[in-house]
């Protein structure tokens, strides 16, 4: 049963450019998370995803951006990027049984890491 | 809003110490409680988790008590191992079920070394 993956596991960019990071979400999850994790800090929360609708958004400008697809898998966007971009991009997977009112933990890939020069 | 601290590290320790990482929060409501793990070049895994006052999480040989009081979730272990070695990060969440659960608060992380 193949977890959450991601790619591309590292990426190098310049100043100004756009990127695209993707993820699939584990089997049977239906959620998609994103969270950026500059180096020495924990990560913070960009965006939840759930029903191809983005449900939650962190403090994140409007270059951030994502979309989620019919089988769940999930993009992130990242216009005009920045040198301060340059991080650890994890994405988080889980489910949400109806019903219950009891969600599945939360699952991360082992994340996209970009750097920006 | 809500924040986590954790005790400023690295945290150096030998096989068969002690271990206590210190975790305090400020959140809005009633949070649940997490603590994640991160070993080098892969994504966190949950370690253990509390969902209200006075719960104790336990996972691994690792425990964490909630203190609604002290507003603190600290971890410990009480004989650590070279593979525990790691970075922990203390995190919450203050909205019960829905979409809001994916939506955690982290603390800056801990780096934890055990030598032989």
């Known amino acids: 049963d193949a977890g959450v993956t991601q790619s591309p596991t590292h990426l190098i960019k310049t100043r100004g450019q756009q990127v695209t990071l993707r993820c699939s979400p584990k089997?049977?999850?239906?959620?998609v998370s994103w969270y950026q994790q500059a180096l020495g800090q924990g990560p913070q929360f960009i965006f939840q995803?759930?029903?191809?609708?983005?449900?939650q958004r962190g403090n994140f400008p409007d270059r951030f951006s994502g979309h989620q697809f019919p089988n769940y898998s999930s993009e992130l966007n990242v216009n005009a990027l920045l040198l301060g971009d340059s991080a650890l991009y994890l994405c988080?997977?889980?489910?949400?049984?109806?019903?219950?009112?009891?969600?599945?933990?939360?699952?991360f890939g082992n994340g996209t890491r970009l750097t920006v020069t | 809003g809500n924040s986590v601290t954790q005790m400023e590290g690295p945290v150096t320790l030998s096989e068969e110490a002690f271990l206590t990482i210190n975790c305090t929060y400020t959140?809005?409501?009633?949070?649940?409680l997490f603590w994640y793990v991160q070993y080098p070049g892969e994504g966190l895994q949950l370690l253990l988790k509390?969902?209200?006052?006075?719960d104790k999480g336990s996972n691994k040989g690792f425990e964490a008590t909630y203190r609604k009081e002290t507003t603190s979730f600290h971890l410990e272990k009480g004989s650590v191992q070279v593979s525990d070695s790691a970075v922990y990060f203390c995190?919450?969440?203050?909205?019960?079920?829905?979409?809001?659960?994916?939506?955690?608060?982290f603390g800056q992380g801990t780096i934890l070394t055990v030598h032989p």
């Open positions: 988080a997977s889980s489910s949400i049984p109806s019903g219950t009112g009891y969600n599945s933990p939360l699952h």
């Open positions: 089997s049977g999850h239906d959620t």
């Open positions: 995803y759930y029903e191809e609708e983005e449900r």
């Open positions: 959140a809005t409501g009633y949070p649940s």
């Open positions: 509390a969902t209200k006052a006075d």
């Open positions: 995190a919450l969440n203050t909205n019960a079920g829905g979409t809001s659960y994916g939506k955690l608060t």
